[in-house]
């Protein structure tokens, strides 16, 4: 039977409904992160969170055939470990989803310390994004660098507030068809 007009605008709204409802969701959570300053920190173990967020995206990493290296010269984190793994989940599934076509993508992961601050480094050899053009807008909401994927521009905003809402910060070094870095200063 063939869709009616009346079913694919019911189709659409429906769609429109839903991706509105996921949207408020990320919304308030992100108001969550912001209000609760006070969360319990966690003797976070890196390499097993890591391991964790990685058989979570064992499916995409076996598709695309992505390598992925650890430098964990900094093994142990103080950080709430809910964040800590929504932190290093939304930079790694990035970092995984936007690789370039006909390039095996190759990701490193790396926690060191200097002076005393610990750090966390995710670097890529993906599609990068152009910070000349979208400098101002990669950590704020709903904002998206690359058509054709499944995106709704939150990961990165929601991933700033909780670094920031804890007294960190993350900055991003970058370049068109040439990879990301980001790197977390807990």
Known sequence: MPETRDNILFEMVSQASDNLQATLEELIKVLEVQLNKDIPYDTCNVEEILNKTLLVLKPQILEKNVDIAKDL????IHYPKAYLESIIYNLLSNAVKYSRP???????VKTYSENGQIFLSVKDNGLGIDLNKYGDHVFKLNKIFH???DS????????????QTLGGSIVVKSKPMDGSEFVVKF
Request: net charge positive; proline share 4%; hydrophobic share 35%.
């Open 73 to 76: 010269q900094e093994n142990t």
């Open 102 to 108: 006909n390039v095996r993508p190759y990701i490193i």
């Open 147 to 149: 058509q054709g994927f």
């Open 152 to 163: 709704k521009g939150i990961g990165l905003f929601m991933t700033k507030n909780q670094i």
